[in-house]
């Protein structure tokens, strides 16, 4: 009986802990504000917290940091493209990062609107689409800029110069598809997860930035290999 | 609800997003400068390049469902200028302290397993471990105190936080966490353990 009884003791402990609230020095000793696996692992009854963003979100980061190490062992294969046109590497990780970015800014949104009721889970709502029109008009302008400002600075670097069209051509054209790629990959994830009452913020921005940094970088890699 | 696609809103989005994420995505052409700088350290401490993009990636990813959950509280008027850092920033400040101790534990040990696994020159797991929760924990601190005065200025200037707050983060993120990595590796180089 033994056994058992220590178990039950440990049990009614946590209870006791829940009943005071997560997170609160509840029996005046520093280890009861410590979480422990249950906590992180189990989803709350009361939806609001940091339980619930823990246990909402600890699956897709550590999906992601297995997808990055996978990532930057697969990109050193293909480094060897890139080294061809040395003006890409510049603005490699300024490239792939705004993408992420763009589409987290609409994830934010959807993610706000969704939760405040203005928007619909569905694909016919206009604000849907005002997001997507205006993250890829956003797109368009910052690549034009940012093929611009790499071919200014490549001679100051001391890189190679090639043509400015030929850059422009490969940076819009590059950026443009992986955005289009990138935003209708994050309407259908905030809708399953908004759905499923999962807080689109803690899956969608992990997701996007990432998916982001791979499509991207294959994207300019393809367009590369087609115009250069 | 919204009946019909309004060009106002989409004009809205574009205006207060478009300059800031030019400027981000200019500001990121030196990360790129640092890394280049980090040959030695790289050299020294084999395996620390396996690590970094996804150390990178995850200080980005966690800093920045902060900022966007920290965007729609203000939405919902729950975490205002007003209030300032109130309990449910502090909430929300926590859950990031803890999936950031998660995920470096896991970055840290599966860089190590797979350079065990390939055959790489690597350095003991305790300095994998060491150097991912340091330098996620100090970027982390860093990003974390950004990303909510960076939410709270742009609410107190009237624009909304939604399109400023995530690009700050991912863009600043990239920058702070290739510094702070630098930093760590060059005490770390002194004090390997065996």
């Known amino acids: 009986m033994r056994p058992r009884r220590r178990l039950s003791g440990f049990i009614r402990w946590r209870q006791r802990r829940k009943l005071r609230g997560p997170g609160t020095a509840s029996e005046g000793m520093w280890y009861t504000m410590l979480p422990t696996l249950p906590d992180i692992l189990t989803p709350p009854r009361v939806t609001s917290g940091w339980r619930t963003i823990v246990s909402q979100s600890w699956l897709v980061l550590c999906g992601m940091v297995a997808l990055n190490l996978i990532s930057g062992f697969i990109l050193q294969s293909n480094t060897t493209t890139l080294v061809g046109i040395p003006i890409l590497l510049l603005v490699l990780p300024s490239f792939v990062n705004t993408s992420g970015d763009i589409a987290s800014v609409m994830a934010s949104h959807l993610s706000t609107e969704l939760q405040l009721g203005r928007m619909k889970p569905q694909w016919s709502d206009p604000m849907i689409w005002e997001n997507i029109a205006s993250a890829l008009f956003i797109r368009l302008v910052a690549s034009l800029v940012l093929s611009v400002v790499a071919y200014l600075a490549a001679p100051v670097l001391g890189l190679a110069v090639i043509n400015l069209l030929k850059v422009i051509a490969i940076i819009t054209i590059a950026g443009f598809l992986s955005e289009v790629i990138v935003e209708f990959t994050a309407v259908p994830i905030a809708f399953a997860a908004f759905k499923r009452n999962i807080d689109p913020n803690n899956i969608l921005s992990p997701v996007l930035t990432s998916v982001g940094d791979i499509i991207g970088v294959y994207i300019l890699l393809m367009i590369t290999k087609l115009l250069g | ?194």
Not at chain 2, 31 to 43: L, N, P
Not at chain 2, 97 to 102: A, G, N, P, Q, Y
């Open chain 2, 1 to 194: 609800m919204a009946k019909e696609v309004s060009v106002g809103r989409i004009l809205k989005i574009i205006r207060e997003a478009l300059p800031l994420i030019i400027l981000y995505s200019i500001i990121e052409i030196p990360a790129g400068g640092i890394f280049s700088r980090m040959e030695e350290e790289i050299r020294r401490l084999p395996g620390l390049l396996l690590m970094l993009p996804a150390i990178m990636d995850i200080r980005g990813d966690i800093s920045s469902s902060y900022g966007a959950r920290i965007c729609t509280a203000y939405h919902m008027g729950i975490i205002t200028p007003e209030t300032g850092f109130n309990k449910y920033a502090m909430e929300n400040a926590s859950a990031t302290l803890v999936l950031t101790f998660i995920t470096s534990i896991l970055s840290g040990a599966l860089a190590w397993l797979i350079t065990i696994f390939t055959g790489m020159p690597h350095i003991a797991l305790v300095n994998f471990l060491i150097i991912a929760l340091v330098v996620n924990y100090l970027a982390g601190f860093v990003l974390l105190s950004f990303s909510y005065f960076v939410a709270m200025t742009a609410a107190r200037m009237k624009l909304d936080p939604n399109n400023v707050t995530v690009p700050a983060i991912t863009a600043l993120g990239d920058v702070i966490t290739i510094s702070v990595t630098l930093v760590v590796a060059k005490i770390m180089m002194g004090w390997l353990i065996p």
